[in-house]
Nanobody, 123 residues
Framework: QVQLVESGGGLVQAGDSLRLSCAFS????????MGWFRQAPGKEREFVSA????????YYADSVKGRFTMFRDNAKNTAYLQMNSLKPEDTAVYYC????????????????WGQGTQVTVSS
């Protein structure tokens, strides 16, 4: 069974940076696409970024493009989300997700989820 554990969230000021980590276990990491989603209070879960199971293809929501960078380290079975120039509207619980091979921007297409990590950006 795939397990995902996020870390790295916290309280920061606008303009600061954070790096989220997602530790993967229970299966072959390199067979899985990895994704990041977020959910703010009173809002639906939304796509942030995803990385294909192989190759360099990475996808971003327009709201984070140019500020966030997603990458993965297959040797460490870990996916990362580097978040720069954070804004108050980035405040949310951030979730890591995994699914076999192919990226999908719909949260209901992802099979495995972490517990979430809170990111709060003050103005």
């Amino acid at each position: 069974q795939v397990q995902l554990v996020e870390s790295g969230g916290g309280l920061v000021q606008a303009g600061d940076s954070l790096r989220l980590s997602c530790a993967f276990s229970g299966h072959i990491f390199s067979n899985y696409a990895m994704g990041w989603f977020r959910q703010a209070p009173g809002k639906e879960r939304e796509f942030v970024s995803a990385h294909a199971f192989s190759g360099p293809d990475t996808y971003y929501a327009d709201s984070v493009k140019g500020r966030f960078t997603m990458f993965r380290d297959n040797a460490k079975n870990t996916a990362y989300l580097q978040m720069n120039s954070l804004k108050p509207e980035d405040t949310a619980v951030y979730y890591c997700a995994a699914r076999l091979f192919i990226v999908d921007m719909s949260s209901d297409k992802w099979n495995y989820w972490g517990q979430g990590t809170q990111v709060t950006v003050s103005s």
